[in-house]
């Protein structure tokens, strides 16, 4: 008995005629769309073993993202139960910073720093434009600052694009919206001149680097030949790009 007909037969029962037609869909390009606790994760998990069982792909061909590291973990798991190794699935952070460290790496280039702590980023630019007589902020602005530059970086803006966006969504600012994408842009600029990433940063270097250096997209390319998103629904307009 083949592997592609072992599969069929052993791991397709109990499916939907939908889930099994998710695994089994010759398309290059794919959308499931189902109720959460419907069984997506356990769909992906059987699409990206039947691919590697058809040799249609080789398994470190394939990069899965999710939006934890448990959710990164359990995917491996799964898939090495079956005899699947080698597949690549953790965070859209992870995949980011394992880019950008690389390309850093080839040229010879200082390493950026990741930032978690956006609290404490917002709290150095504060006391930065305080001192500077551009810009007093008080403590209990922070955590609106912090949660206003978040959503901002969430969506691909800068200050430019801020203002215009804010706007056009009516949005309650923390500040003026022409102030908050100062502070926004300079938000940017303080963490580019320590060397430092936070989050949403990471993702948009690594867009860039996609964007802007042909080698580098040529290299992801090749290295990821098939690309899946657990819980795409979830994905934020930076997550997306």
């Not at 695994?23 to 189902?34: E, K, Q, T, Y």
């Not at 930032?115 to 404490?120: F, G, H, M, W």
Request: glycine letters at 4%; proline letters at 4%.
């Amino acid at each position: 008995m083949s592997d592609e007909a072992t599969f069929s037969n052993e791991l397709l029962v109990g499916l939907t005629p939908e889930q099994r037609e998710a695994v089994m869909s010759p398309a290059r390009r794919h959308l499931v769309r189902a109720t959460a606790g419907s069984g997506k994760t356990h769909v992906l998990t059987l699409r990206i073993q039947r691919r590697v069982t058809d040799h249609d792909v080789a398994p470190d061909q394939v990069l899965a993202m999710t939006f934890t590291r448990k959710a990164g973990d359990e995917l491996r798991r799964r898939l090495f139960r079956e005899g699947v190794r080698d597949v690549r699935a953790g965070t859209f952070h992870r995949a980011a910073l394992n880019l950008v460290t690389q390309y850093r790496e080839d040229r010879h280039l200082r390493p950026l720093t990741l930032e978690p702590n956006r609290r404490k980023l917002v709290a150095a630019l504060a006391q930065q434009l305080g001192e500077s007589g551009e810009l007093k902020l008080e403590d209990w602005q922070l955590p609106r600052l912090e949660q206003e530059v978040g959503w901002a970086l969430s969506q691909g803006y800068n200050g430019t694009l801020y203002v215009k966006n804010a706007r056009r969504l009516r949005r309650d600012t923390p500040l003026a919206p022409a102030q908050m994408a100062e502070v926004l842009d300079r938000y940017v600029a303080l963490c580019r001149s320590r060397g430092l990433l936070d989050f949403d940063l990471l993702l948009s270097e690594a867009i860039a680097l996609l964007r802007e250096e042909t080698d580098v997209l040529a290299s992801f390319r090749y290295r990821n030949r098939v690309l899946y998103v657990d819980e795409a629904q979830d994905m934020n307009p930076l997550q997306f790009m």
